[in-house]
């Protein structure tokens, strides 16, 4: 069975970081494309960004370029969204789906970013 | 960047109703298109994949078609565990975009 347990998440002042995990488990986490979606409360869903399998290449959405950084370790089954700089408007529930198209989903971690 | 553009952005129907959402494209994507649906406090489920294909247990009331700007999720007939919000997502190019949602309630 197919498990992505995101963690990391929590309240964090304008401006400061937070670094987000997904724990994935029940497939070969090596030989998927890793994607991180969000959902501000009460909004629709937004694509964030996403890598390779190898890591080799990420793609971001314009609003969160130069901020934030998704990366992945193999080792540990692990996909990661390290977010530097945090406004306002990035105060949503973080998801870390399997592939690029985003096939399966975790549960989510809320993100609030507020002083 | 594509917009994706969904309708209805809300819809009212009844159990046993055939309903249809339709997502256009601004530019063509060819198939690369999801559909996924979405229950209060819950994360998305991928519904259909490649924008007609099924994903695994599905029930088979779901089925999606279309491709190039225009797509279409329709359920043949609804059941009480069908209302939510429904999303598409087109991963043809970068930045990934999602339709902004139908929300399907009961009549």
């Known amino acids: 069975e197919v498990r992505l347990v995101e963690s990391g998440g929590g309240l964090v002042q304008p401006g400061g970081p937070l670094r987000l995990s997904c724990a994935a488990s029940?497939?070969?986490?090596?030989?998927?494309?890793m994607s991180w979606v969000r959902q501000a409360p009460g909004k629709g869903l937004e694509w964030v960004a996403n890598i390779k399998e190898d890591g080799s290449e990420k793609y971001y959405v314009e609003s969160v370029k130069g901020r934030f950084t998704i990366s992945r370790d193999n080792a540990k089954n692990s996909l990661y969204l390290q977010m530097d700089s945090l406004r306002a408007e990035d105060t949503a529930v973080y998801y870390c789906?399997?592939?690029?198209?985003?096939?399966?989903w975790g549960q989510g971690t809320l993100v609030t970013v507020s002083s | 960047d594509i917009q994706m553009t969904q309708s209805p952005s809300s819809l009212s129907a009844s159990v046993g109703d055939r309903v249809t959402i339709t997502c256009r494209a601004s530019?063509?994507?060819?198939?690369?298109l999801g559909w996924y649906q979405q229950k209060p406090g819950k994360a998305p489920k991928r519904l259909i994949y490649v924008a007609s294909s099924l994903q695994s247990g599905v029930p088979s009331r779901f089925s999606g078609s279309g491709s190039g700007t225009e797509f279409t999720l329709t359920i043949s007939s609804l059941q009480p565990e069908d209302f939510a919000t429904y999303y598409c997502?087109?991963?043809?190019?970068?930045?990934?975009?999602f339709g902004q949602g139908t929300k399907l309630e009961m009549k």
């Open positions: 997502l087109q991963h043809n190019s970068y930045p990934y975009t």
């Open positions: 789906a399997r592939g690029s198209a985003a096939a399966y």
């Open positions: 530019q063509g994507i060819r198939n690369d």
């Open positions: 029940g497939f070969a986490f090596s030989s998927y494309w």
